[in-house]
């Protein structure tokens, strides 16, 4: 019965055109309790959602067409947020700027956003996450960017996507899907991304590697900030970023490429750059009355995002003693064992002095002497146990996992 209602055209039109097929069977799935439950989710989700979307299509395009509203649309497997959060501030500094905030899935999230736009709002950014297939085709019939950019892609929900290409394919569909006139911003260092040369419609800005717009000398600082120089054509801009990690300085150059094609000149870009404010559980550094240093990324995790967040432990600790606390990787389907072995192996490599593996599937990271918790409950304690004075802890996990939680009751 409920494929029959899933599948039905009717049903899938009155949803809005485009409306992932993953996002159909959620809504139809629903089955809340109470009639008042049930008569607020039939007004919001047949009523209220469907029209907001058409309302929200008409919208932005009136604004893009009437008042020069500029769309930006951002996308990859990591990065996304910060990206958006630097960009924002940058363009903050020069005009009305609406983004994408809270941590609520787009397909709700972005009409939401683009009504907070007024007629002298300049810059509108849309953090256009995918997680399903035909998700990206959603988003591009709501909005067209006029500056579309992908900061990378990695194995990530790969449970939907079936591989990375299956990613790929997705997440690229975003600067396929503008026209000539837009601007694509990729990140050259991309195997997959270089793919897309001399493919797009739009007018392509590559940064990162050895293209025009590239960073130099990053390094991290004593008070665990991450400095580097940024070359930008024939500009040299020595930028102090207020996070710690070199993942950051990728979507620093991110952000500086759409800037500067959107008009923003090299000092309002390095003070947005410098001011911008990093998001919760997204290598916040917290320093703990024992003298222990706690690196919180409990936002998310992801093979790639956990090798970059590994090396980065190693360098900061220095001689210092260094303690990762793992949670498991979710969504990568039929590779979930083979990378949570392969995250092993980087981390035995990498010589952490102490490993805390959180969740069913990061006890194939815990071989060789290495701690194991089912939940971070029961990690808790042996984290207390381990932790020392001198030593550098990173939580290195996802909400999903409750390793947020995990950091409250450390700190």
Excluded at 61 to 70: A, D, I, M, R
Aim: glycine letters at 6%.
């Amino acid at each position: 019965m409920a494929s029959t209602i899933i599948n039905n055209r009717f049903v899938r039109w009155w949803l809005t055109p485009k409306f992932p097929t993953a996002h159909v069977a959620k809504v139809v799935s629903y089955k809340p309790v109470g009639v008042y439950a049930i008569l607020r989710n039939i007004y919001r989700t047949w009523i209220v959602h469907p029209l907001k979307r058409r309302a929200a299509k008409l919208y932005v395009n009136f604004l893009q067409n009437y008042f020069g509203l500029k769309v930006i649309g951002i996308s990859g497997s990591s990065g996304k947020t910060t990206t958006k959060e630097m960009l924002a501030s940058i363009l903050k500094k020069t005009g009305n700027t609406v983004f994408s905030i809270a941590n609520i899935d787009p397909v709700y999230n972005i009409p939401t956003t683009i009504f907070k736009c007024r007629p002298i709002t300049k810059y509108l950014i849309l953090e256009m996450g995918v997680e399903y297939p035909n998700e990206m085709d959603f988003y591009l019939w709501l909005a067209k960017p006029n500056v579309g950019i992908i900061t990378n892609i990695y194995t990530t929900h790969t449970l939907f996507f079936k591989n990375i290409d299956g990613v790929y394919k997705e997440k690229s569909k975003l600067v396929k899907g503008i026209p000539k006139t837009a601007h694509a911003v990729l990140n050259s260092e991309s195997f997959h991304l270089r793919k897309l040369e001399g493919k797009l419609k739009a007018k392509v800005t590559w940064y990162g590697g050895k293209s025009p717009i590239k960073s130099l000398q990053a390094y991290f600082t004593g008070d665990f900030k991450t400095r580097f120089m940024l070359k930008m054509n024939d500009s040299n801009i020595p930028i102090n970023l207020p996070v710690l990690g070199k993942q950051f300085v990728e979507n620093a150059l991110a952000a500086a490429a759409a800037a500067k094609l959107l008009g923003i000149g090299n000092k309002e870009i390095k003070r947005g750059l410098e001011s911008f404010k990093n998001q919760e559980h997204r290598m916040n550094i917290n320093k703990l009355k024992s003298g222990a240093i706690l690196i919180d990324d409990s936002y998310n995790n992801n093979p790639e995002a956990a090798k970059r967040a590994i090396e980065m432990l190693k360098e900061v600790s220095g001689k210092r003693n260094s303690l990762l606390v793992f949670g498991d990787m979710l969504e990568l389907g039929s590779d979930e064992v083979l990378e949570h072995k392969e995250i092993s192996k980087y981390i035995s490599d990498r010589k952490i002095d102490y490993v805390v593996g959180v969740g069913p599937l990061s006890q194939k990271v815990c071989t060789d002497k290495k701690y194991w918790a089912k939940d971070w409950r029961e990690a808790l304690p042996i984290v207390n146990k381990l932790m020392r004075g001198n030593m550098v802890v990173l939580v290195k996990g996802s909400r999903s996992i409750g390793l947020d939680n995990l950091v409250s009751a450390i700190k």
